[in-house]
């Protein structure tokens, strides 16, 4: 008697752990489940993309910085002369309003 009450127990419970596992699985494969797990990656996937761009930039600085300090520079990017837009007073309307270092961007006059 208990020997059958012993296997009875048994295959009630490999049933209900078979239902369970069975179950989890199907809803992991529902349309719904399957988005949420690709969005879920794909945030992943840009958060190291992130991350990886962060710290190329990081050894992009440290590099600069160490090249400036090798070739004895000490003026930072972007301050030369020639950058320098002033704005030109009385310009036509189709033509740029700027001027780089005196001359007229645009148009040459022959």
Known sequence: ???R???FST??????????KVNRKLNQLTPES???QAADRAVLA?????LFALDVREGMADREA??????GLTAAPGT??????????GAHPLEPPYTVNNRT???EDH
């Open 1 to 3: 008697m208990f020997r």
């Open 5 to 7: 009450t012993f296997w």
């Open 11 to 20: 295959g009630v419970a490999a049933g209900v752990w078979a239902t369970t």
């Open 34 to 36: 399957l988005a949420a």
């Open 46 to 50: 840009g958060r190291r993309v992130k």
């Open 66 to 71: 160490a090249l400036r300090d090798a070739l």
């Open 80 to 89: 030369r002369d020639d950058r320098e837009l002033t704005a030109r007073p």
């Open 105 to 107: 961007t645009g148009k």
